[in-house]
């Protein structure tokens, strides 16, 4: 065991700290939650400015979606190594791009009709020809982008649990968390990008 790691692990528990900040993740889980259901209704859709437009923000999406997965293996490789502050840093970067990534995501949605894979002509409707035309390649794009969404949803609370535990070093829970957290937070983080470029043919 490193030193870095000892020096961590001496550290003492923060309970009470912990679960103030287990009642603000609740919190924060049931606005982002609430606005991602929100922003699925067409009456709420938020009219921009003339010549306003958010359509840049997809690409964005991806491209933070991917840091965040850079991030997370950074973070992996790190504590495996022992190298606790290099760990530490890689989860914030991670945390702060997923942060970015939820504010650009809602901004979007909130302002721009969605876009519908193998809607080829932009109507926002997929008619019999239209999913004919992209077959199975369909079925595939909607099983991802509905398992990326679903552990997105209930990956969110236990990612705040996790950061938290290791930030009032309840290291014990910390990994116990972690264990299972880190491959849906990495899932999350993966498809994403690849839902986007399965999409980006029928962006207008």
């Known amino acids: 065991m490193s030193d870095e790691r000892k020096e961590w692990l001496s550290r003492a528990p923060q309970e009470a700290l912990s679960k103030k900040l287990g009642i603000v993740a609740w919190i924060l889980t049931a606005v982002v ?23 840049f923000l997809p690409p964005v999406h991806a491209v933070l979606n991917s840091l965040v997965a850079v991030s997370l293996l950074v973070a992996l490789v790190a504590v495996k190594q022992g190298k606790i502050s290099l760990h530490r840093k890689a989860i914030l970067v991670a ?3 997923s942060v970015l990534f939820l504010l650009c995501y ?16 932009g109507d926002r409707i997929v008619d019999a020809a239209e999913k004919a035309a992209v077959g199975g390649k369909r079925a595939v794009y909607l ?15 236990f ?4 950061f938290i535990s290791a930030w009032t070093n309840r290291f014990s829970a910390h990994r116990r968390l972690a264990k299972w957290v880190f491959p849906l937070w990495l899932y999350v983080a993966v498809t994403g990008p690849i839902c986007y470029l399965m999409l980006k043919p029928y962006y207008q």
């Open 33 to 55: 939650l609430g606005l991602v259901g929100l922003m699925r209704q067409p009456n709420l859709q938020i009219p921009l400015p003339a010549g306003w437009s958010f359509a």
């Open 95 to 97: 945390m702060g791009l």
């Open 106 to 121: 809602v901004a979007y949605h909130f302002t721009t009709s969605e876009t519908l894979y193998g809607d080829v002509n």
């Open 143 to 157: 099983i991802l982008l509905i398992t990326h969404i679903s552990l997105a949803g209930i990956s969110l609370p």
């Open 159 to 162: 990612i705040l649990f996790t």
